[in-house]
């Protein structure tokens, strides 16, 4: 399994607008990607510009499905316009537990 967390932050007064978005993006990750796992995304509660991501997929392959997806490349290309900065790392998962 590959695993990913990002670290988005919102220009000021445009977090709402990249939240909407990020909902709509969940929505279409879950209805269009049937090889990725889990795909989260959370808001700070210290930070409300702040925004997190987890990602997991089956493989290298979903994971490359995800990246090139029409969906995810139109928002890649806002981000621009509504973010300050990201980040993007591979972590390994060390433990989890789901209930």
């Given at each position: 399994?590959?695993?990913v967390m990002?670290?988005?932050t919102?220009?000021?007064g445009r977090?709402?607008?990249?939240?909407?978005m990020f909902e709509a993006q969940?929505?279409?990750?879950?209805r269009?990607?049937?090889?990725?796992?889990?795909?989260?995304i959370y808001r700070s509660s210290d930070d409300p510009l702040v925004f997190w991501f987890l990602e997991q997929y089956e493989d290298e392959a979903a994971r490359a499905a995800?990246?090139?997806a029409p969906h995810i490349r139109a928002d890649i290309a806002r981000l621009g316009d509504l973010t300050t900065d990201g980040a993007l790392w591979?972590?390994?998962v060390v433990g989890a537990m789901r209930r």
């Amino acid at each position: 399994m590959i695993t990913v967390m990002a670290k988005v932050t919102a220009r000021p007064g445009r977090e709402e607008e990249l939240r909407a978005m990020f909902e709509a993006q969940v929505a279409s990750v879950a209805r269009e990607e049937p090889h990725t796992v889990s795909y989260s995304i959370y808001r700070s509660s210290d930070d409300p510009l702040v925004f997190w991501f987890l990602e997991q997929y089956e493989d290298e392959a979903a994971r490359a499905a995800h990246s090139s997806a029409p969906h995810i490349r139109a928002d890649i290309a806002r981000l621009g316009d509504l973010t300050t900065d990201g980040a993007l790392w591979d972590v390994e998962v060390v433990g989890a537990m789901r209930r």
